[in-house]
């Protein structure tokens, strides 16, 4: 069983939560941005003014870093589970 800690088990609450209830800055004017269904997220237009820029910077940041430490634990769990 994949274990988190109650500190990644927060953060998961957090990163889910402010998923859901807050919208970024960036998605604020569909003039902004596009989806990009090859990459699988939005892309900033050349119309993204530097505010907006900025938002999406954050959230994609804070997105990857987030999926990279959840990444990283299922990875140790399989890798555990291999060795027994």
């Known amino acids: 069983m994949l274990r988190l800690t109650l500190e990644e088990k927060w953060e998961l ?6 998923a859901l209830n807050e919208k970024p800055f960036f998605l604020t004017n569909e003039d902004w941005y596009y989806y990009d269904e090859r990459k699988f997220r939005d892309v900033l237009t050349d119309k993204a003014p530097k505010e907006a820029i900025e938002s999406y910077e954050e959230f994609y940041r804070e997105y990857e870093e987030f999926f990279n430490k959840l990444e990283k634990k299922f990875a140790e769990y399989f890798n555990r589970s291999e060795d027994k």
Request: net charge negative; hydrophobic share 15%.
């Open 13 to 18: 609450d957090d990163v889910s939560y402010k």
